[in-house]
C-alpha cells in the first residue's frame, strides 16, 4: 500500500465529513469507546525502513506486524524496552503505539511513550507532517511523536514509527515469595528502593513474583537478598501476564486498570474480594474484575490519587477512562480542532465530546 493512497482515503472523507476507523492488525479493536465510521486500513503499509544496531534505532511503517520487529531485533539480541503486549499475532507498531500499550518492565525501563524518537503521520485534513528523529535528543517546541502515543488515532494516522530499542538482558531470574496484596505491596515498594536489578513485580494475592534481570553475578546475589523460591518458567510467566494469559484474566467480568501511587493501600475500595485483584507495576498498577458502576471505580481511582481505565468488556457507549477536568478537556479539544478540525478520525474512541 502507497502513502498517496491513505493520504486521499483522508482527504476525500476530510471534504466529505466521512468518519473514519483507523485499523491495523485489529488485535485491539475491544480497547476504547465504540467504533464508528468507515474503514481505513493501514495493515498493508508494511516493512521495517530503518534499523541501525549499532545506534539502537528501528524504524518501521505502522502496519508492521510486532513480531516482526521483535524477530529482526532478536538476530541482534535487542529488544524493546517498554515491553509490549500483543494481545494477539496480528499485532501492528502503529496499534501498539497508539494505544500506548506497556509491559510488565514499564516502572523500570520507561514507557512506549518514552521510547518514541520520531514519526510521520497524516492528520485529519490529509497533510503529512514529520517529527522527532531517530536519536535522543533535546526538542525546542512540542514533541508532537510523543504527543500521538496513546491518542488512539484521534490526532493522526501514524505512517512511520522510530523507536530506541536496548540489548537484551545477560541473564534472568524470576523468585516467588508467599503473601497476601498488603505484604506485596510493602515488598514492592521495599526492593524497588533497593539497587537490585528488578525489571517486574506482581502479585496475586496468595504470591508475590519479582523478576531479575542483569549480569549472572548480580542476578544470582540479587536472587539470595530477595529470598523465596525460584520460580521455574519465569519467561511464560510474564508473558502470560503481559498477554492476559492467567486464569485471572478468563473472565466475563468488565476489567478495570486502575493506576495509583505504589504504596497506596491494597483496600482503595470496600467490600472487594481479593479474588477480584491482581497487582502489577510493583504495586501501581491494579486489575479490578468488578461490574460495580464507572462512577464508583473513578472515584476511588481518584481518591487513592490515580485514575482508573475501563479496559476491557462493560458498556462501549460510556466513559471507559477517568473524567478530564475542564481545563484538560478544553486542551484536548483543541488538540482535535487543531489536528483534525472535522472530527474524522477515530470519533468518540477515547472521550464522548471528542
Known sequence: MQEAILRQQIEHACMAGTALNIVGGNSKAWYGREITGETLNVGEYTGITSYQPTELVITAKA???????????????????????????????????????????????????????????????????????????????????????????????????????????????????????????????????????????????????????????????????????????????WKDIREHQLPFFDDERPLWRISVPSDAPFQIMEDMHEHDWFIGWGGAQRWLKSELPAELIFAAAKHAGGHATLFRGGDRAGERFSPLSEGEMRLHKSLKQAFDPEGILNPGRMYRDL
Open 63 to 237: 502496519g508492521t506486524k510486532l513480531s516482526d520487529i521483535t524477530s529482526a531485533l532478536d538476530e541482534h539480541k535487542q529488544r524493546l524496552p517498554f515491553d509490549p503486549p500483543c494481545f494477539g499475532e496480528t499485532a501492528t507498531l502503529g496499534g501498539t503505539v497508539a494505544c500506548g500499550f506497556s509491559g510488565p518492565r514499564r516502572p523500570y525501563a520507561g514507557s512506549c511513550r518514552d521510547f518514541v524518537l520520531g514519526c510521520r503521520m497524516i492528520n485529519g485534513k490529509g497533510e503529512v507532517g514529520s517529527f522527532g528523529g531517530e536519536v535522543m535528543k533535546n526538542v525546542a517546541g512540542f514533541d508532537i511523536s510523543r504527543l500521538m502515543t496513546g491518542s488512539l488515532g484521534t490526532l493522526g494516522l501514524m505512517l512511520e514509527i522510530s523507536l530506541k530499542v536496548l540489548p537484551h538482558r545477560q541473564s534472568e531470574q524470576t523468585v516467588m515469595l508467599e503473601g497476601d496484596f498488603s505484604d506485596a505491596i510493602h515488598a514492592m515498594n521495599h526492593w524497588a528502593g533497593s539497587t537490585l536489578p528488578v525489571t517486574a513485580m506482581a502479585a496475586d494475592g496468595s504470591q508475590i513474583y519479582f523478576r531479575i534481570c542483569g549480569t549472572a553475578s548480580s542476578v544470582e546475589k540479587s536472587v539470595k537478598q530477595i529470598g523465596g523460591h525460584l520460580y521455574d518458567d519465569g519467561l511464560q510467566l
